[in-house]
């Protein structure tokens, strides 16, 4: 479960204690949430309760409209990927950010992102931890990012190497008609690091704000998981919903429809 699907409801104390009391086995967390208990308490607190850290959420932004002060986001970065390290998740999430102000080169932002991505991840090895790069939504791109294809992560984790992986999150990529060939191409090679399931509902009125509970919207999210476990990825299910509805919603219920929905839809298999 990650944190931000409840973020407005719980504070990360009780977070994890409702997690391991609605039988998730994991969590993926947010450094501001972390850093409000603690990082030594934080970890302390998931392992008393018997879950793992799987995201840490997240290096960066990277790029966007602050990008004079590169060197301060960079370190902010590398500062991120070690307490990502210290609070032992399983991969670091790196959020490229958009735009510089008035920029229209989105070739040029790709460029920039690759060359800090291939440092960062220099730091990352020396830390111990994997380098998720998580393809956003097209509608995303030059806001938040600049990598809107699975395909487009594929060939950044190609020329970057070994250490990179690729979150796979459905709400972002499930339109794409290169979807199955290239969920099979990160799994030939080892790299499907995450799968963050949620659904794409029909309106959808905000960008950002407004994914649905799994089930409630258009994706197939059944055929979705088989290709990715066809991919050969063993991992956990990922629950990231963001959503001002659930948000308005207790949130113990959003917990137990969540778990109840991944049952339904992923038979059974619900090691999230
Ligand atoms: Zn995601």
Redesign the pocket.
């Known amino acids: 479960m ?1 944190h931000a699907t409840v973020r407005v409801q719980y504070g990360m104390a009780q977070f994890v204690e409702q997690c391991a009391a609605h039988g998730y086995a994991g969590v993926s967390v947010w450094g501001a949430e972390v850093e409000k208990v603690g990082f030594a308490t934080a970890r302390s607190m998931i392992a008393d309760h018997g879950l793992f850290v799987f995201g840490y959420n997240r290096a960066g932004p990277l790029m966007g409209p602050d990008f004079h002060r590169k060197d301060e986001a960079m370190d902010a970065a590398r500062r991120e990927i070690d307490r990502a390290a210290e609070i032992g998740a399983d991969h670091v999430m790196l959020f490229p950010g958009g735009f510089v102000s008035g920029e229209k080169d989105l070739s040029g932002a790709r460029q920039r992102f690759a060359e800090m991505a291939k440092v960062l991840l220099d730091h990352a090895k020396t830390a111990g931890i994997r380098l998720a790069l ?1 393809p956003l939504h097209p509608m995303l791109v030059g806001d938040r990012t600049c990598m809107g294809t699975l395909r487009h992560a594929n060939d950044l984790c190609d020329r970057l190497g070994e250490g990179t992986g690729i ?1 796979v ?1 459905a ?2 990529v499930w339109w794409d008609e290169a979807l199955e060939p290239e969920i099979a191409r990160a799994g030939a090679a080892d790299r499907i690091l995450a799968f ?1 399931v949620n659904d794409w509902l029909l309106p959808t009125r905000h960008r950002l704000t407004d994914r649905g509970m799994m089930g409630d919207g258009i994706i197939d999210l059944k055929g979705m998981w088989r290709s990715i476990l066809g991919a050969g990825y063993d991992g956990p299910l ?1 629950v ?1 919903i963001f959503s001002e509805d659930w948000w308005a919603e207790p949130g113990d219920r959003v917990l137990e429809i969540a778990m109840q929905r991944c049952r339904e839809i992923f038979d059974g298999d619900t090691d999230a």
Do not use: A, L, S
């Open positions: 990650n998580e979150v999150d709400h972002h963050h990922e990231e």
